[in-house]
T-cell receptor
């Protein structure tokens, strides 16, 4: 039973356009959400996060939106760059801090074409 | 700042053999995690240590998997005996033992890719 779902295995976007990656979750106890980016042969690297008390968090070209009523979050990348091509994982935790373990989705492979 | 180190990077073994992976977390990070990432899936937590104590090992198949972090720094994960379905990337991650604005930022190592034949 997947608690964090990324229903799009892949996404292709033109350079300069917006990339929107989606994530749904089922556990209403999750209170912290993160996005990780993974290049081949490397470990995931933290990208951006959002607490359940917020509905938006922005960091440069990256913005995460959280819709708690729909149990849905999305990552927007504007403008997309070829270097953004990677697998993006959505993750969620409950209890925050170092006590909560992360539940990951299956990932979405983003390809940004020049 | 040095990142999370893992070795070996790749390992190929036959089923029923044993294998061990090593992880050295970022200096000063009290919490260490081992994840299993099967191809096409997201990472799944196997075990979480806080210093040298186990916080969560509920998803560790304890009949064949074991892990230790004796001095609260580096850690080893062992599989004995290995099965075909253990083929995966084993990721180690570490984090500071503090809550900063509710953020749980884990820093991952490059992983060990295990192939069981």
């Amino acid at each position: 039973d997947q608690q964090v779902k990324q229903n799009s295995p892949s996404l292709s976007v033109q350079e300069g356009r917006i990339s929107i990656l989606n994530c749904d979750y089922t556990n209403s106890m999750f209170d912290y959400f993160l996005w990780y980016k993974k290049y081949p042969a490397e470990g995931p690297t933290f990208l951006i996060s959002i607490s359940s008390i917020k509905d938006k968090n922005e960091d440069g070209r990256f913005t995460v939106f959280l819709n708690k009523s729909a149990k849905h979050l999305s990552l927007h990348i504007v403008p997309s760059q070829p270097g953004d091509s990677a697998v993006y994982f959505c993750a969620a935790s409950q209890g925050g801090g170092s006590q909560g373990n992360l539940i990951f989705g299956k990932g979405t492979k983003l390809s940004v074409k020049p | 700042e040095a990142g999370v180190a893992q070795s070996p990077r790749y390992k190929i073994i036959e089923k029923r053999q044993s294998v061990a992976f090593w992880c050295n977390p970022i200096s000063g990070h009290a919490t260490l995690y081992w994840y299993q990432q099967i191809l096409g899936q997201g990472p799944k937590l196997l075990i979480q240590f806080q210093n040298n104590g186990v916080v969560d090992d509920s998803q560790l198949p304890k009949d064949r998997f074991s892990a230790e972090r004796l001095k609260g720094v580096d850690s080893t994960l062992k599989i004995q005996p290995a099965k075909l379905e253990d083929s995966a990337v084993y990721l180690c991650a570490s984090s500071l033992d503090e809550v900063r604005q509710g953020q749980e930022e884990q820093f991952f190592g490059p992983g060990t890719r295990l192939t069981v034949l």
